[in-house]
């Protein structure tokens, strides 16, 4: 079975939807099929990334109109026999599949914004609140198949094993900055000169991707401070998690990371499609949200964190909300089964 997935990263978007998709990719193969992956060459694409995955991955030229990206999705569509396209993507709606629709038996779209209309067969939307999934039914064909909430997580293996060795949070000692695979506001540098008007040493792990324009600052950082470590494009998020008291970190698909692993976040909003799971995540009592990034102040962060520290119960109550929310067994399999014709 071929399977095309379309879906982009940038340093606006993030990486966030990339890698949910190889996440899904990775388990579609191992069940016998083939996947393609369409991306846009935006500037900070993960295009190299997924090619190094091991999937073959056809990049078409960024445009802002949708039409311009559908006929360009369907000249490379032409050459092949699809069965199923998924698409990860904000900026795609109905009008777009409908005009891809020709070319493939299935679409499937993976979304948590339920803000516009979907010409889909299936759609996994595993969004913390679930406050707006009875939107869908006016936006998505009345016989797709819905998969909602959060047993829907699209985590890698990792995460799952992680989950085993992770414990209730009891305490502030070990600190995890990770502002997302882009840091598109700058976020990071901002937070580590909060840590300097902390009065309490706490470790620290500050995690980057690649390319990240403060990197010198932020290793100049972590060199003088001997309780900072300093990881750039890592594979071992959830170890780090997992090792963590609490995060900083942005609104995107670490949201969901986090609060599997039961890790209590401060939280900074650095795009504008993260509003809603942070005021889900919030309101369920599994963050502490500072707001847009425009707003955050050094002295914001420090006092976030010095809250989190002088107050271990608010922490404690934070880590068992978030335990609470994830069933600790992984349903990708199940998902993958209604992809393939599986029951």
Not at 174 to 190: A, N
Not at 312 to 318: A, D, I, N, V, Y
Request: proline share 3%.
């Amino acid at each position: 079975m071929n399977i095309v997935i379309r879906t982009d990263a940038s340093r606006q978007l993030g990486s966030g939807h990339v890698m949910r998709c190889l996440t899904l990719a990775e388990q579609l193969e191992k069940q016998g099929a083939t996947v393609i992956f369409i991306c846009s060459r935006l500037r900070g694409h993960l295009i190299e990334t997924i090619k190094a995955r091991g999937f073959r991955c056809e990049s078409i030229t960024p445009t802002y109109h949708w039409l311009e990206d559908a006929r360009a999705t369907k000249a490379i569509l032409r050459n092949e026999t699809i069965e199923w396209i998924i698409i990860d993507h904000y900026s795609i709606d109905a009008k777009w599949e409908r005009e891809v629709r020709p070319f493939t038996k299935k679409i499937m779209v993976i979304d948590d914004l339920a803000n516009r209309e979907h010409d889909c067969d299936l759609l996994l939307d595993y969004q913390i609140d679930s406050s707006h999934h009875y939107e869908y039914e006016s936006l998505i064909p009345q016989d797709a198949i819905k998969l909602l909430g959060t047993k829907f997580l699209l985590l890698r293996p990792e995460f799952y094993q992680a989950r085993k060795q992770s414990k209730v949070r009891k305490g502030a000692l070990h600190l995890l900055v990770s502002m997302g695979g882009t840091d598109p506001t700058g976020e990071t540098l901002k937070v580590l000169q909060a840590l300097d008007q902390v009065n309490q040493s706490i470790d620290v792990d500050v995690v980057i991707g690649h390319n990240h324009p403060q990197q010198k600052q932020i290793e100049a950082w972590c060199d003088q401070h001997k309780n900072a470590t300093c990881h750039i494009a890592i594979h071992y998020m959830a170890h780090l998690m997992q090792a963590a008291d609490f995060a900083i970190g942005a609104g995107g698909t670490s949201t969901y990371e986090r609060a599997f692993l039961g890790l209590p976040a401060i939280v900074i909003e650095t795009a504008s499609n993260q509003t809603g799971v942070i005021q889900g995540a919030e309101s369920l009592g599994i963050i502490h949200s500072l707001g847009p990034s425009e707003t955050v102040t050094i002295s914001t962060i420090t006092q976030a964190i010095e809250s989190f520290i002088q107050d271990p119960k608010s922490l404690q109550h934070m880590s068992e909300n978030a335990f609470s929310l994830f069933p600790e067994k992984n349903h990708l399999e199940d998902i993958t089964k209604w992809i393939l014709g599986g029951d």
